[in-house]
């Protein structure tokens, strides 16, 4: 392979306490029962319109913008950029991929200020970025890898995904490139190959 795509959140990116703390700070702050942790790492993968209401079948729709604003706007500026860090092996494997002159981009359903936010804890310049921001639909849908194959210039063939969750599965799928998923206890139930560590990323060189 010469293109490697990656999503961030539970792939390269360590967000666990980050998003612990913030849904429950959330839900707290809209007058909701405290979700538990387990949960809030189960649902790892959707977009935060769709966690809320998975976290909470109660909440009225019409109060989901306003509480998915809040949490954006404070993932993006206070979670990430406090209790957010690169997961382990990452910046390694990132950068013994470059040293073999392949093509690196980001993948993520985190619109395109939350992912600017994510990137400067990643400390990596990458090649490209593509996010929810950028396409009509997140994952599982395939618009977000196929951008970011565009983005790259690169060959469905040659592209590896990796991700971590159902959506990341789903989306690498529906685009016809190649996904591998990291392991992690919120995936076990997810049909897909998977690696034990990100530096198993560098056998598909």
């Known amino acids: 392979m010469k293109y490697f795509l990656f999503d961030l959140d539970g792939t390269i990116l360590h967000s666990d306490e980050a998003l612990i703390r913030l849904y429950r700070d959330c839900f707290a702050r809209f007058g909701l029962p405290e979700p538990k942790a387990e949960d809030i790492l189960r649902y790892n993968g959707n977009t935060a319109e769709d966690?809320?209401?998975?976290?909470?079948?109660?909440?009225?729709?019409?109060?989901?913008?306003?509480?998915v604003e809040w949490i954006r706007?404070?993932?993006?500026?206070?979670?990430?950029?406090?209790?957010?860090?690169?997961?382990?092996?990452?910046l390694e494997m990132l950068a013994a991929l470059r040293e073999k002159s392949a093509k690196l981009c980001v993948v993520t359903n985190?619109?395109?200020f939350e992912t600017e936010s994510s990137l400067r804890v990643m400390n990596f310049d990458f090649d490209a970025t593509a996010c929810?921001?950028?396409?009509?639909?997140?994952?599982?849908?395939?618009?977000l890898v196929l951008d970011g194959v565009k983005r790259l210039g690169a060959k469905k063939?040659?592209?590896?995904?990796?991700?971590?969750?159902?959506?990341?599965?789903?989306?690498?799928?529906?685009a016809g490139?190649?996904?591998?998923?990291v392991r992690r206890v919120w995936n076990s139930n997810v049909d897909a190959e998977k690696i034990d560590s990100l530096k198993e990323v560098l056998k598909f060189l």
């Open 51 to 67: 966690w809320v209401p998975l976290l909470d079948p109660s909440v009225p729709k019409k109060r989901i913008p306003e509480i």
């Open 132 to 143: 929810r921001s950028d396409v009509a639909l997140p994952k599982p849908a395939p618009d």
């Open 157 to 174: 063939g040659e592209t590896l995904f990796v991700g971590d969750s159902f959506a990341d599965a789903g989306a690498g799928k529906a």
């Open 73 to 90: 706007t404070a993932y993006a500026t206070e979670y990430i950029p406090r209790y957010g860090k690169p997961e382990k092996g990452a």
């Open 177 to 181: 490139v190649k996904t591998v998923l």
């Open 110 to 112: 985190q619109m395109r």
